[in-house]
């Protein structure tokens, strides 16, 4: 199940090529309101059925309600999706490419094996945060690893839903950030 948010209008495709690579893929960092995609992975969907002593009684839909509430108290724009498909979850994320600002992921079962996932974060040229309801240290050793923990600007772990308005508080610091060094 697949949840979408309208966002705000965007530049023309290739506006920002030739920027330094801290930039690339943050166009509307550079003019425009301020776009988050959030990618919430496998098992997601069932947030508020599945374990729900690990991982709170908050649904998906209620967590991206909140997000979305958020967003709009900070002025970002905010898109959300889901699946349980490794490739889904790619081809989301590479549509995004040259659209958003900040990439807000919980990668779930993928966190610990997924290549594609990492490599299609370094693709698109954004920053990214990593989320996860639970304390992912506290559980299992084979949870404790993560592929794109090298490439996120951060983790945030073990807060339940309230992970993901810490890291849209996060996002909208690390854009304040990129716009004000793209003023100098």
């Not at 496998?42 to 709170?56: D, I, K, M, T």
């Not at 990214?128 to 945030?156: M, Q, W």
Request: with cysteine.
């Amino acid at each position: 199940m697949a949840s979408r948010t309208k966002s705000a209008p965007r530049a023309a495709a290739g506006a920002n090529r030739g920027a330094p690579t801290a930039l690339r893929g943050t166009r509307s960092v550079l003019r425009g309101t301020p776009t988050v995609l959030v990618v919430h992975g496998p098992n997601l969907n069932l947030l508020g059925e599945r374990e729900p002593a690990v991982y709170g009684s908050t649904t998906l839909g209620e967590i991206d309600d909140q997000i979305k509430a958020l967003a709009r108290e900070l002025g970002l724009a905010v898109e959300t999706f889901q699946s349980n498909s490794e490739g889904a979850i790619v081809d989301r994320i590479q549509a995004a490419r040259g659209r958003i600002d900040v990439l807000i992921i919980n990668p779930a079962a993928y966190t610990h094996t997924s290549v594609a996932i990492r490599d299609v974060i370094l693709a698109i040229g954004v920053q990214c945060i990593e989320v996860h309801l639970s304390n992912v240290y506290k559980r299992e050793p084979f949870r404790h690893h993560s592929t794109i923990a090298d490439v996120a600007v951060g983790r945030i772990m073990g807060f339940g839903a309230d992970g993901y308005m810490i890291a849209l508080r996060a996002a909208q610091n690390l854009i304040e950030a990129t716009r004000a060094a793209a003023d100098r």
